[in-house]
């Protein structure tokens, strides 16, 4: 009888201290729970009800990064252009030195995962140990996590997810853990194409019908110029390659020099439109189309059959194909990478099952870092608003972007195709419902290079197509600060604006775009016909490609790849490329943010000029 009122008093206890009790189990935690993370729903995502009974969540559990302040400190030393270091980057070990948790934060955590049922044995791990992933019913998870799981619906497109918008952790792992995810964040990777496309897509196809762009015959010339091939209404791989110089550059170190890009959302890269788009625009390249890897990850994408009416109509792999022609048309014949990351677990779609409970960014991270072979260069024409990514998650996805810059590789992020923001969108997520310009992440990162969207030739301005609404993006981080390679040049640019659009966005922000590039009106093969499309996700494989022909040229001359390219632009490079003076970031309801001299928020430094860094 006292052994019941023991345990009785002791339920009582652990109640009172907030610990969790379960009957048959350890207890789960050393010490009380307490909120870790707290989200505000985005605006566009309503709750339909809970999350269906049984669903399987793959949980990603982010362990803080023991010294990742010691490795910022090498990253910026070799990308630093007048630093004894440039380009002395890390080996994978070297990196994962400063990434790996403590043993206390390890061992604790285990502890943790163990008392809760969790069996170890079914824990995934990076190389550096620093994410933990495990595959967990959804009731498992709101028991590890003290939550509740619901589902939640977009206005605009139906998608929808399985989020839990609060949760918690014992206290005493709070110091020892950054993120964990799915969980509070409603980051949705828009596709920079967007035909009324599925999921936020921001790729904007001008002309869809079937045979109804006639391609201009092009005469075959030894030195073209611009004037001679270059057509605004059509921009082609001889355009590109002739106005930013790159035409007579054959290639030296192909393999040694690599090039990838990222689909998401079930997008693949057409081998059959590609082999058309190569024969009529690059012929000399046209085998690459069966040649280029296609990496799946997580049970990506890569329908290499017809696509249904539907899936036309949504105009799905508009976007694949976009990436791949364009590289392809460019950089040939270094060798391209397409990882089609893809949505795990399987899911089935219905009322009440959500159609992705994934994080592709971390999921991507994840797979590539443990590959023995990366691509020196990555393009990703994909974005979504900042503040639909919680600060804790939108910090460490930026940490694990900071990694690959310090081992030499270059990550290319489009910077978005709504301006400052899209006209009747622009409110904070706060709850306050202010009217703010929205930036985009991960263009925001301080470890990427964001890449905005141009036109015409005679001069390149910044781009805009009033029949799409499409604006190359341009603006300010709420999340990160301004890093030190922007403080001269960004204050510049923030006083010639005389308090224009002041408190609409933090000016002490890390700004954006870093580069830009053409991105309007592009020939893409599309279901066997020529279509163009609008774009920033058409300007960053182009810029991506130019600079991995860069890279070639270094390699080959027995120098290290370009590897985390800001530093060095900031500094020096930006001598490399074409000032734009002309357009704006429109958006809003505004005009947004005006090119101008120098760096600016829209265009960054330009586009390629015929011979970009000339000084590296």
């Not at 048959?24 to 010490?31: F, N, P, Y």
């Not at 019908?209 to 001679?228: D, F, S």
């Not at 890009?261 to 057409?270: F, G, R, S, V």
Request: proline content about 7%.
């Amino acid at each position: 009888m006292w052994t019941v009122a023991l345990l009785s008093l002791l339920a009582l206890r652990d109640v009172a201290l907030g610990t969790p009790v379960e009957v048959g189990r350890k207890a789960q935690a050393r010490s009380s729970y307490a909120v870790k993370d707290s989200f505000h729903v985005p605006a566009k995502w309503t709750r339909e009800g809970p999350a269906p009974e049984g669903y399987l969540i793959n949980l990603s559990i982010g362990l803080k990064q023991s010294r990742f302040g010691e490795l910022e400190k090498h990253l910026m030393e070799v990308s630093d252009p007048d630093h004894p270091r440039y380009g002395q980057h890390l080996t994978p070990n070297e990196v994962a030195r400063y990434i790996q948790p403590t043993d206390e934060a390890s061992d604790e955590v285990h502890e943790w995962l163990s008392d809760s049922g969790i069996d170890l044995d079914k824990l995934d791990y990076t190389p550096a140990g620093d994410w933990i992933t495990v595959r967990l019913p959804v009731e498992e998870v709101e028991r590890l996590l003290d939550t509740k799981y619901s589902v939640y619906r977009h206005s605009e497109d139906g998608s929808a997810t399985v989020r839990a918008p609060e949760w918690s952790l014992p206290r005493h792992l709070h110091a020892h853990i950054d993120t964990i995810q799915p969980t509070n964040s409603f980051a949705r990777p828009s596709r920079l194409s967007k035909p009324k496309m599925k999921r936020g897509s921001t790729l904007k196809p001008v002309s869809t019908a079937k045979g109804l762009l006639a391609v201009p015959e092009v005469p075959r010339l030894t030195h073209p110029t611009v004037a001679q091939v270059c057509n605004a209404s059509l921009v082609t791989p001889l355009c590109l390659r002739t106005l930013y110089g790159t035409v007579d550059y054959v290639p030296q170190v192909p393999g040694k020099n690599q090039i990838a890009l990222c689909n998401y959302l079930n997008e693949t890269n057409n081998r059959s439109d590609v082999s058309l788009f190569l024969q009529q625009f690059r012929p000399e390249a046209a085998a690459a189309a069966e040649q280029f890897t296609i990496d799946i990850i997580a049970d990506g994408a890569n329908q290499q059959t017809p696509l249904s009416t539907a899936q036309l109509n949504a105009g799905q792999d508009v976007e694949g194909n976009l990436d791949a022609e364009t590289i392809l048309g460019i950089s040939y014949p270094t060798p391209l990478t397409a990882y089609n990351t893809g949505g795990s677990p399987p899911f089935i779609t219905d009322i009440n099952t959500p159609t992705d409970t994934n994080e592709p960014y971390l999921t991507w991270i994840t797979y590539v870092e443990a590959q023995d072979n990366v691509p020196q260069v990555i393009s990703t024409s994909y974005d979504d608003d900042e503040q639909s990514v919680p600060l804790s998650f939108a910090t460490r996805v930026c940490q694990e972007f900071g990694k690959f810059g310090a081992q030499g590789h270059t990550l290319l992020f489009a910077s978005g195709d709504s301006g400052v923001g899209p006209t009747g969108s622009c409110i904070s997520n706060n709850g306050t419902n202010d009217t703010i310009f929205l930036p985009e992440f991960p263009s925001t990162c301080p470890y990427v290079t964001s890449v905005g969207a141009t036109k015409n030739f005679a001069p390149e301005v910044a781009a805009f197509d009033s029949s799409n609404n499409f604006s190359s993006g341009g603006g300010f981080s709420n999340y990160f600060a301004r890093p030190a390679y922007q403080n001269a040049t960004v204050s510049a640019y923030l006083a010639s604006l005389n308090g224009a659009y002041a408190g609409l966005f933090n000016a002490s922000g890390r700004a954006y775009p870093d580069i830009s590039a053409q991105g309007q009106r592009f020939a893409v093969v599309y279901d066997g016909e020529v279509i163009t499309v609008d774009g920033t996700s058409a300007a960053t494989p182009t810029a991506s490609s130019v600079l991995s022909l860069v890279n070639d040229a270094l390699i080959a001359a027995g120098k290290s790849p370009l590897g985390f390219f800001n530093p060095l632009l900031y500094k020096t490079a930006y001598a490399g490329f074409n000032d734009i003076t002309s357009g704006s970031s429109t958006g809003c309801g505004t005009d947004g943010f005006p090119a101008e001299t120098g760096w600016d928020a829209v265009t960054g430094f330009g586009t390629p000029a015929s011979h970009p860094l000339p000084a590296c």
